[in-house]
Structures are given as C-alpha cells and as structure tokens.
C-alpha cells in the first residue's frame, strides 16, 4: 500500500534533512530542493534509494529527472502515485 501524500511529504523532507544534516524546517523552507546546498547529484542518489527502501519502491530509471526534484511536492510524488513506480 503507498503512503498517502502527507506521510509521505514527510519521509521525503526528513530523509533529505538527514542527509544533508540540516533541520527540516530549512528543507521545507526550500523553494527549489536542488538549491539547497550539498543536494548534489550524489544526495539525489542516497535520498532516492533510502526513500525506495522506505516505501519498499522502486522508482523507473526514465522518472528520475532533474524535474522531479524541483520541489518536496515533485519528489513525493514519484512515490505517492505508484502507477509511476514499479518494484
């Protein structure tokens, strides 16, 4: 069963806080996740396989684009929908 959005938002805002080792409040606070400093393409690979470890989810290689990872609503949604995902 997916995570409704809610539960999900917040799975995705505090494993990019954990890896980045900064409070959620400045990851919510973010208007672009790719600004926040050190979310590089290595922070987008550790958040992805701990958020698919999460929700037991495996995301399609062709979903991960730089676009979903423009905002924590973009980046839920890869899990939230899981016609999109596959596992």
């Not at 929700?55 to 991960?64: G, K």
Request: charged fraction near 25%; charge should be negative; aromatic fraction near 6%.
């Amino acid at each position: 069963m997916m995570p409704d959005r809610l539960t999900a938002m917040r799975e995705v805002t505090t494993a990019i806080a954990e890896y980045l080792r900064v409070p959620v409040i400045t990851v919510q606070s973010s208007a672009a996740l790719l600004d926040l400093p050190g979310f590089d393409s290595i922070a987008v690979v550790a958040v992805l396989e701990r958020l698919e470890e999460t929700f037991d989810v495996e995301v399609a290689p062709e979903l991960v684009v730089p676009e979903a990872f423009e905002s924590l609503g973009t980046l839920t949604d890869l899990f939230v929908h899981p016609a999109r995902s596959t596992r």
